[in-house]
Each structure stands twice: as structure tokens, then as C-alpha cells.
């Protein structure tokens, strides 16, 4: 595992929309094959996110040849919801970047059968040709996707339930009301993201400090659905010094010393 701390959130967030759009022109320099991409919602991408527009802008990367999975989505709240990652997605990426509309696969959290729209979106990431790189944050409770503390570290996507405590936090999008947010959502399992050759983690604040801890030097354990990256052959954690806080003096030694 790589953990790249920079100086601050913004600082981390553009390293790592730049590091995503050198795989992107490194694939098409090589292949026509499509590059396939699993990406994240919440707070913490969105800089990522504004930065891979401007890049798009600029003429420093397309995304004409890009598939996308997005890692999960609330469970019956419409898409059109303000809330809902269909919206998210719209407003803080698509709509500035060339990616095509066929492309782009979320999860539908209202589909009849939830069961099969989860096997079905598998089954597209396989028929894709499997995920180049996933781009993933991280919960305060150490959750990667939607993936809760005690989910199975080789769970695929299915439907989970989320905890009091992911309610309480995604509250603040909810009018800070946790009867608003929905109990459950549609998410792409822990080996769905590791099955991905290559996996980018942003990890900002402090509030994510324990997570961060835990999923760097903690032992690999569904505790912390994100420790399942000390097993991953290309993980690469992007944080911040303010996330910091709470490795140990070796750890951040050692990894600002080589990235
Ligand atoms: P956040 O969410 O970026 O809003 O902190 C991350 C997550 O819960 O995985």
C-alpha cells in the first residue's frame, strides 16, 4: 500500500485527479479498449472531481472512451432527489466531462428487484472487461463503499443496511435529520473494489484519522471494511495532514519519505 499525504485536502484532491487522468491517457496510448472506472460520492471527491473537468476542458484528458460503475446508491429515494448519487454524479462530474451517457452505470436503487439489478451490475463490470482503477473514500467508522464495519471482506454488490452511525453522519445532506436518510442502500461489495486492479482511496480531515489508522495499520479486518486494501497489490491512500493524526510517528515517517 501507498499512502501520499499532502499538505492539505485541495492540495490532495488535485494530485490525485491528476494521477487518474495520466492512467486514463496511459491506457488509450496503449490500447483502444475502453478504460473502466469505479467512482465515489460524498464530500471528499469533489475537488477530484472539478479538477478532472478542467483537465477535460483543457484538452488534458477525454473521457469519450471511459466506462464508469459507481460504487452504490440509496435504496427508494428517487433519482431525481437532490440527494440521491444520480444528482451527485450529474452535478459534480458528467455534466463537465465528454464521458458518453451509455457509459456511465449507477446503481438503481428503485429497481423491482433489487437482488437482480445487483447481480446484473456485476455482471456489467465483468462484461466491461473488469475495473482499471477504482477511486473510493473512506467512512469514520473505516467503511469503503457501503460496505459497514462487519461486512464480509469478499462481499460482491447486494443490498446493505446502513448503520445509526452512517445515517447520523450522512445526516447533514438530510436537513440533519437521520429519519431522512434512507436505511438502506445498493453497494458494490469489498471484493468488487479490490477486485479492481488498482485502487485510489481519498482520505481527508481529521475526522477520518481513526478510520485512516485503522485501515493502514490496523490488521486487515472487516472492522474496517478498508483494511481489506493491505491485501491489494496497487492500493494507493491520498490523504492529508489533517488526516494524519492518529498513524503512528513510523508510519508517516516512512510513507512521506517515499511518496
Ligand atoms: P465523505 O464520505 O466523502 O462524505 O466523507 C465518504 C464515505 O462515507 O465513504
Same mark, same amino acid.
Given at each position: 500500500?501507498?499512502?501520499?499525504?499532502?499538505?492539505?485536502?485541495?492540495?490532495?484532491?488535485?494530485?490525485?485527479?491528476?494521477?487518474?487522468?495520466?492512467?486514463?491517457?496511459?491506457?488509450?496510448?496503449?490500447?483502444?479498449?475502453?478504460?473502466?472506472?469505479?467512482?465515489?460520492?460524498?464530500?471528499?471527491?469533489?475537488?477530484?472531481?472539478?479538477?478532472?473537468?478542467?483537465?477535460?476542458?483543457?484538452?488534458?484528458?477525454?473521457?469519450?472512451?471511459?466506462?464508469?460503475?459507481?460504487?452504490?446508491?440509496?435504496?427508494?429515494?428517487?433519482?431525481?432527489?437532490?440527494? %440521491?448519487?444520480? %444528482?451527485?454524479?450529474?452535478?459534480?462530474?458528467?455534466?463537465?466531462?465528454?464521458?458518453?451517457?451509455?457509459?456511465?452505470?449507477?446503481?438503481?436503487?428503485?429497481?423491482?428487484?433489487?437482488?437482480?439489478?445487483?447481480?446484473?451490475?456485476?455482471?456489467?463490470?465483468?462484461?466491461?472487461?473488469?475495473?482499471?482503477?477504482?477511486?473510493?473514500?473512506?467512512?469514520?467508522?473505516?467503511?469503503?463503499?457501503?460496505?459497514?464495519?462487519?461486512?464480509?471482506?469478499? %462481499?460482491?454488490?447486494?443490498?446493505?443496511?446502513?448503520?445509526?452511525?452512517?445515517?447520523?453522519?450522512?445526516?447533514?445532506?438530510?436537513?440533519?435529520?437521520?429519519?431522512?436518510?434512507?436505511?438502506?442502500?445498493?453497494?458494490?461489495?469489498?471484493?468488487?473494489?479490490?477486485?479492481?486492479?488498482?485502487?485510489?482511496?481519498?482520505?481527508?480531515?481529521?475526522?477520518?484519522?481513526?478510520?485512516?489508522?485503522?485501515?493502514?495499520?490496523?490488521?486487515?479486518?472487516?472492522?474496517?471494511?478498508?483494511?481489506?486494501?493491505?491485501?491489494?497489490?496497487?492500493?494507493?491512500?491520498?490523504?492529508?495532514?489533517?488526516?494524519?493524526?492518529?498513524?503512528?510517528?513510523?508510519?508517516?515517517?516512512?510513507?512521506?519519505?517515499?511518496?
Amino acid at each position: 500500500m501507498k499512502v501520499v499525504i499532502r499538505e492539505n485536502a485541495l492540495e490532495g484532491s488535485i494530485w490525485a485527479a491528476h494521477y487518474i487522468a495520466d492512467r486514463i491517457n496511459e491506457k488509450a496510448a496503449k490500447t483502444s479498449e475502453p478504460f473502466v472506472i469505479g467512482l465515489c460520492t460524498g464530500s471528499t471527491p469533489i475537488e477530484t472531481y472539478a479538477e478532472l473537468g478542467r483537465l477535460v476542458k483543457a484538452g488534458k484528458v477525454s473521457f469519450k472512451n471511459v466506462i464508469s460503475f459507481n460504487m452504490d446508491e440509496y435504496v427508494g429515494l428517487p433519482e431525481s432527489h437532490p440527494e %440521491s448519487y444520480h %444528482s451527485f454524479m450529474h452535478k459534480n462530474l458528467f455534466d463537465f466531462i465528454d464521458e458518453p451517457a451509455e457509459n456511465i452505470h449507477i446503481l438503481n436503487g428503485n429497481a423491482k428487484d433489487l437482488d437482480a439489478e445487483c447481480a446484473a451490475y456485476e455482471e456489467a463490470i465483468i462484461k466491461a472487461g473488469g475495473f482499471d482503477l477504482f477511486l473510493g473514500g473512506i467512512g469514520e467508522d473505516g467503511h469503503i463503499a457501503f460496505n459497514e464495519p462487519y461486512s464480509s471482506l469478499n %462481499s460482491r454488490t447486494r443490498v446493505v443496511d446502513l448503520t445509526e452511525d452512517t445515517r447520523i453522519v450522512n445526516s447533514r445532506f438530510f436537513d440533519n435529520d437521520m429519519n431522512k436518510v434512507p436505511k438502506q442502500a445498493l453497494s458494490v461489495g469489498v471484493a468488487t473494489v479490490t477486485g479492481s486492479k488498482e485502487v485510489v482511496l481519498l482520505v481527508m480531515g481529521p475526522k477520518k484519522a481513526r478510520a485512516l489508522r485503522d485501515a493502514v495499520e490496523g490488521p486487515c479486518s472487516h472492522k474496517c471494511t478498508a483494511s481489506a486494501l493491505q491485501l491489494h497489490e496497487q492500493a494507493t491512500i491520498v490523504c492529508d495532514e489533517a488526516s494524519v493524526g492518529e498513524l503512528t510517528v513510523n508510519a508517516y515517517r516512512y510513507f512521506k519519505a517515499l511518496y
